[in-house]
């Protein structure tokens, strides 16, 4: 009888007594047997070496607030799939969960709830190490001029009042740009900033809005690269050489990998994002556009294609908060995260499915709540809710 | 990034306007922060608060009702509904203020008429209930027993903590009673197999949101893991594993999880289309197809010109309905190919010596037909997907035809029922066809009655379900795609039809997913916001 189950699990007849699959949980293990999980290794030779340097995932904890906890077991399944750096975006609109040391009151007044909807200096600190401990950056964006409503309540005159003919509105606009005390603002906070998150790069944001230069100058002082979105390029922004762009309009003001060539051309470093906004959710096998892109695809020399240095994966919160980021992120991601990795040639869709769909179940195996891709099944189903 | 218009500043504006009218307008939209879902045919809330107390509060029975202190599905449900009410607040500290006055010291229940404790919900139970809350005893009647469950989903949503963490209600007077009487969920279990605690999770939801039918599509092409007594090898050969099936007592909990929740099972066995896996483990029940003279090794649907078919679907629908309750077995018909009887010889002459001639429709309604007579002959109704009525079958007035094909489904809710037959709709709820933005506004505008009929022919619409397909589905992310969506599908079931504005409908449905999140359902969120304890936290 339990050859049989070991035939139903597709185990080796051979080596089946006493062999148990690895599942832990004793449901195949009667109690009178003693459950012996053996493992198997092939013996194999491999080297390997990523494509792109810069593999990326952004996590939007602004528009829907996401337990620290969510983000750790982010950071696990990112290893997992050789991503290696996690693009915070920290702070937007609706709410400011960072709190900051220098401008308390920005998080008492934009958290949603300034006690539990909050990442302390410490959960920083913790999510950065967590991270470094298994390889990956993390990069913080704190997006400016635009998408600051948040910011507003904490720092009265730090947006722009809008009018309605004489009177202010009540409602307010970005960063004003001409104020003093905008200045002395922005050095501070940025400074805290610079200091709380000790990777190289910052990403300042710029999109949607007309950026203003003085910013890049601040945080220029602070001896930390930037990163960028699109806009500040194509707004012909005078940047400094050494900025990396992130492309994330798929046909504005050009198709993405247009844009690639026109950044690369003008000697930037690009980080490309456009096709992979994986909160755009649509019915069926989505992963497979996301596997399909290929990042280098446009006219330039090696050279050019040399500045393209990878891309992210982007799960924006406006429909997404810890009911439902696992399954939507994962494993869709996991198409991008071959793509920044593996060889260029390795292309073949069925290949990848049937890979794809044997990662998903060992992520399963895992605890990661990852979605199926097609119809089928694995040997241990996700059940721990 | 910025997908909207109308940012945060925008929709506080808006919710702030929204306020000052729910405070003017009466009934229907008063007090959207309760976030009641789906919104009671009537409610008239006080300004008067009373106070509970998690110590002092009881649920009890009036001493004259008709159900007992045996009724196990009142007992469960006062133990589920005080958890709901208190137990998710246990971190919290105790209230820092202290009422002396004005409390709610009980909820007391009256079963008016036959209790029907003991019995399985079924098409014509009665599930209206009349809440009074005055203090110091609130009463909550019904008719029978499915009006008290529905009834205490209300009562659990009147109660709030104030913001010193008192837990409060407004005094008000509630009576409810469905617009539909058949309001379904259909999930998928052989595309992916579900876990029996999914499944068991999916019944707690669908009580909070007042469903009441869960349409079980429990086998198809991909797997058959049902484990039938009769015919042990159809699971043992057609399951993905030994341990994706479903057994005896699996069937059996989930059939009684569900009852103690007003909740009917609806079996679904699809034939003679989607029936792969049956051929697994009941050899010769599937149309061989063939390549020129040989068979090609391939199956098509079940074969309909052997008497050892219907010989076997006698048998097995005898064991289906033993084994499930409810007075009506759904046995699909839909989407049959043709392909492979058309290469099969045997058939070839079966229709010639019936004079179908090459009419494949003739052949499937002969096969339909006779399954619908077994089905008959067990004492059961029958559902059938809409193209055994397009194909002109012949079936009874009163088997109930399910509209899910998309394209005019109005013009075929309209021939269904002037034809005589009840329907279900299901053609525009279809929720495993997901897409980015909020899609619920899209499922809460349909109006299930908008097709040319007669008043007669409109009260033959018994109500919808709102179907998750399996293909890309499973326990993974099956909770978070149905919900809150589907809680969209179940107001406009639910309520009346004039309860239609979709600004109220957000404030009230974004409380409401709030609160399934609180009670531990992952219902995913309608737009940016948040919730005061989120999931997992």
């Known amino acids: 009888m339990h050859r049989e189950r070991c035939v139903g699990l597709g185990l080796p007849t051979a080596s089946c007594w006493p062999l148990w699959p690895w599942g832990s949980e004793g449901a195949l293990c009667p109690d009178t047997v003693p459950c012996n999980p053996q493992y198997f290794i092939n013996k194999t030779e491999i080297q390997d070496f990523p494509r792109f340097p810069h593999r990326g995932l952004l996590l939007d904890t602004s528009r829907h607030f996401l337990p620290v906890s969510t983000i750790l077991d982010t950071l696990d399944t990112m290893a997992y799939n050789k991503l290696n750096v996690l693009h915070w975006h920290v702070v937007d609109d609706p709410s400011f969960p960072y709190e900051s040391l220098t401008f308390p009151q920005l998080t008492r007044k934009g958290a949603y709830n300034p006690i539990t909807h909050v990442y302390t200096t410490q959960d920083v600190k913790d999510v950065i190490e967590y991270a470094r401990l298994r390889g990956i950056r993390v990069l913080a964006e704190f997006d400016t001029p635009g998408h600051t409503q948040s910011w507003g309540p904490g720092v009265p005159g730090l947006l722009t009042s809008c009018y309605s003919g004489s009177q202010p509105s009540g409602t307010f606009g970005p960063v004003n740009p001409i104020l003093n005390s905008t200045y002395e603002f922005m050095d501070t906070f940025f400074l805290e900033v610079s200091a709380a998150f000790p990777d190289f790069y910052l990403h300042l944001g710029g999109d949607e809005v007309d950026f203003t230069c003085w910013l890049l100058d601040i945080v220029s002082t602070y001896d930390k690269g930037y990163v960028v979105w699109q806009e500040v390029f194509d707004n012909k922004v005078k940047i400094q050489p050494d900025t990396i762009v992130q492309v994330w309009r798929e046909e504005v003001p050009v198709p993405y990998l247009k844009e690639l060539e026109l950044i690369t051309a003008a000697g930037l470093r690009a980080l490309l ?33 040399a500045l393209v240095i990878g891309g992210e994966a982007c799960m924006w919160g406006e429909y997404v908060d810890s009911t439902n980021l696992v399954p939507r992120l994962w494993p869709r991601a996991s198409a991008v995260a071959e793509r920044l990795w593996s060889a260029s040639q390795v292309a073949d869709l069925d290949f990848a499915s049937s890979r794809l769909a044997r990662f998903r179940c060992e992520l399963l195996r895992r605890g990661v709540q990852a979605e199926p891709i097609g119809v089928g099944y694995c040997n241990e189903e996700f059940d721990h809710w | ?43 008239r809330l006080s300004p008067r608060l009373l106070r509970l107390s998690p110590e002092d509060f009881a649920l009890g029975l009036d001493p004259a009702s008709k159900a007992g202190p045996s009724c196990v599905i009142l007992q469960e449900a006062f133990r589920r509904y005080y958890d ?5 607040y246990q971190r919290r500290r105790g209230p820092a203020r202290f009422y002396t006055d004005s409390p709610l010291l009980q909820l007391v229940v009256s079963v008016v008429h036959d209790s029907e404790c003991d019995a399985f919900p079924s098409l014509s139970s009665d599930e209206s209930y009349a809440l009074t809350v005055k203090g110091p005893v609130a009463v909550l009647k019904a008719n029978q027993v499915w009006g008290v469950l529905r009834g205490l989903e209300t009562f659990s949503q009147l109660v709030y903590q104030d913001p010193y963490g008192t837990f409060t209600i407004n005094e008000s007077s509630i009576t409810d009673s469905p617009r539909f009487p058949h309001r379904g969920i259909l999930i998928d279990t052989s595309r992916h197999y579900l876990s029996i605690k999914t499944i068991l999770k999916t019944l707690d939801a669908m009580a909070m949101n007042k469903f009441n039918v869960l349409h079980w599509h429990i086998v198809d092409d991909q797997s058959f893991p049902y484990q039938s007594v009769t015919f042990p090898q159809l699971s043992n050969k057609g399951s993905y594993t030994p341990s994706h ?38 050899k010769g029940l599937l149309t061989p197809c063939y390549d020129g003279e040989r068979p090609s090794g391939a199956f098509g649907p079940i074969n309909p010109a052997l008497n050892s078919t219907y010989d076997f679907m006698s048998r097995f629908f005898s064991e289906v309905s033993k084994v499930f309750p409810d007075e009506f077995i759904h046995m699909g018909g839909d989407e049959v190919d043709p392909e492979c009887w058309e290469t099969n010889p045997d058939i070839e002459k079966f229709m010639r010596s019936r004079g179908f001639y ?35 079958d012949k079936i009874q007035p009163s088997t109930i035809v399910q509209v899910w094909k998309d394209k005019d489904y109005p013009e075929e809710q309209a021939r269904v029922t002037a034809a005589g037959h009840p329907v279900l709709l299901s053609a525009p709820w279809y929720l495993d066809y997901i897409t980015y933005g909020e899609d619920w506004r899209t499922y809460y505008k349909v109006d299930p009655l908008r097709f040319s009929g007669s008043q007669e022919q409109k009260q033959r619409v018994l109500g919808g379900e709102a179907c998750l397909w399996g293909e890309y589905v499973d326990s993974t992310n099956l909770t978070p795609r149905l919900w809150p969506r ?34 531990g359902i992952a219902a995913q969120p309608l737009y940016v916001g948040h919730c005061e304890q989120e999931y997992k936290m």
Not at chain 2, 84 to 88: D, E, R
Not at chain 2, 262 to 271: A, M, T
Not at chain 2, 365 to 374: A, P
């Open chain 2, 486 to 519: 589907a809680s969209a599908v179940g107001e406009r079931l639910w309520s009346d039809e004039k309860v239609k504005s979709i600004n109220d409908a957000y404030n009230r449905l974004t409380v409401h997913r709030c609160r399934m999140v609180r009670r």
């Open chain 2, 245 to 282: 099936v479903y057994t005896p007592t699996d069937v059996r909990e989930v059939i009684e999880y569900a009852r103690l929740r007003g909740i009917r099972v609806l079996p679904e066995f699809d034939s003679p289309g989607h029936t792969e896996s049956w051929g697994k483990g009941q």
């Open chain 2, 84 to 88: 709901y009410i208190f137990g998710y």
């Open chain 2, 1 to 43: 990034m910025q997908q909207r218009a109308l940012g945060l500043w925008g929709a506080l504006g808006t919710l702030a306007t929204l306020a000052t009218l729910a405070a003017r307008a009466p009934g229907a939209s008063a007090a959207p922060d309760l976030g009641l879902w789906p919104l009671p045919r009537s409610v």
């Open chain 1, 273 to 305: 994002s456009a096709p992979w906004y994986l909160n755009r959710i649509s019915y069926g096998p989505d992963w497979q556009a996301a596997y399909k892109v290929e990042p280098l695809a446009f006219e330039g020399t090696a050279e050019q294609k």
């Open chain 2, 358 to 392: 090459k009419d494949f429709k003739k052949l499937e309604s002969f096969y339909i037909e006779k399954v619908l007579n077994i089905i008959a002959s067990q004492r059961k109704k029958s559902i059938v997907w809409q193209e055994v009525f397009d194909n002109e």
